[in-house]
């Protein structure tokens, strides 16, 4: 109630001083109070209409400076990325806190969409025009904003050390919120139960395409694998995260191995379980701080955990099936899954914003 209060404060004080002249001072309070109040809005209050425009959004406040490059890392990654971009690109660098404010509102429009599921709004995803299709788009043009200079492979994140991190933690941790959300957000967007169920109720009950599908499980492997790998690197580097929209995102991405630890391919369900274990020792150590992580995971994971009860296939046995059912039973999961998770994620590159 408190945020939405704030909201409200928020879009009052902007009517009133409509047309103002302010100092730059002003300016530039403003415009923290502003991204304060959407920020707070998009973690705890998605599913809300009347977002204001980009155009009549304040500008960002200014970001930390990217940490110089690892010695070890420059060559190979310029010699690796030459044809795709450059930290010598000339597009303008936004600022890490801009990237991470402009995926946090995608994550408002992805919590529309389902919100909009759940009232049973369901519809064809792969038909142009279709919901999905546009929030795909709206991600491929988000990550194509991004300056190289914020990549894996130039920032070097897995090679530096706890202490500078520590030291520069004002650019790591908005940093690691816009790669949490570049992979989370199409993880949830293609999660199986939403394509296998949420989406064949009612009037769209028709026969899906499984190329399509398979599709959908492809990317929701590939994104949800990186998730818990950034995870578990902040932890294992001695870092704390207490951000609650990225316990929330990884508690939501949870739910993708939850339902794959269920896959007949023991490859499969062994690497849907390690990445299971990986998500409670993050949220585990989250939820001392924000209890309804602690409940999510209690009430939403738990339960369904085969690494804990090896008593629930009998209770949800079938969401294995219903995250492969569309693949044939002769092809092997591992053919598909394990070369993908193995090769992109020893690689240290990815897709997306990483």
């Known amino acids: 109630m408190s945020i939405g209060t704030a909201i409200r404060l928020q879009e009052l004080h902007d009517l009133s001083s409509y047309g103002s002249t302010l100092t730059a001072s002003q300016v530039r309070s403003n415009a923290r109070v502003f991204w ?41 990654s310029e010699a690796a990325a030459s044809d795709l971009d450059s930290v010598g690109d000339e597009t303008e660098d936004l600022g890490i806190v801009s990237y991470a404010f402009e995926w946090v509102s995608l994550w408002d429009d992805l919590a529309s969409w389902l919100h909009r599921l759940r009232l049973g709004k369901c519809e064809v995803p792969w038909v142009a025009g279709s919901d999905y299709l546009a929030l795909n788009v709206a991600m491929f043009e988000t990550e194509a904003k991004l300056h190289p200079r914020h990549l894996m492979r130039y920032n070097s994140f897995l090679r530096r050390a706890p202490d500078e991190l520590r030291q520069q933690c004002t650019y790591w941790k ?14 949830i967007l293609n999660h199986p139960f939403i394509h296998t169920v949420a989406l064949r109720r009612g009037k769209h009950t028709r026969a899906q395409s499984r190329h399509f599908l398979q599709q959908t499980v492809d990317q929701a492997l590939f994104h949800s694998g990186w998730v818990f790998r950034l995870t578990d690197s902040w932890q294992n580097l001695g870092m704390e995260s207490n951000d609650p929209l990225v316990g929330f995102l990884v508690a939501a991405v949870a739910t993708i191995p939850l339902l794959f630890q269920y896959a007949p391919d023991e490859n499969v369900s062994k690497l849907a379980k390690g990445d299971l274990a990986r998500s409670k020792r993050f949220l585990g150590s989250m939820g001392l701080r924000w209890p309804h992580i602690a409940r999510k995971v209690s009430c939403t994971i738990c339960p369904y955990d085969l690494n804990v009860n090896t008593d629930t296939r009998g209770v949800a046995g079938d969401l294995g099936s219903l995250a492969c059912h569309h693949r044939d039973s002769s092809e092997s999961w591992s053919e598909i899954h394990r070369p993908q998770r193995s090769n992109q994620l020893s690689s240290g590159t990815s897709m997306g914003a990483t």
Do not use: D, N
Not at 174 to 187: G, K, R, Y
């Open 36 to 76: 304060c109040v959407f920020v707070l809005g998009r973690m705890f209050y998605p599913q809300r209409s009347g977002s204001p425009a980009i155009e009549h959004r304040p500008v960002c406040p200014p970001s930390t400076s990217p940490p110089s490059a690892h010695p070890l890392a420059t060559q190979t």
């Open 174 to 187: 908005p940093w690691l919120l816009m790669q949490i959300i570049s992979h989370s957000l199409p993880a």
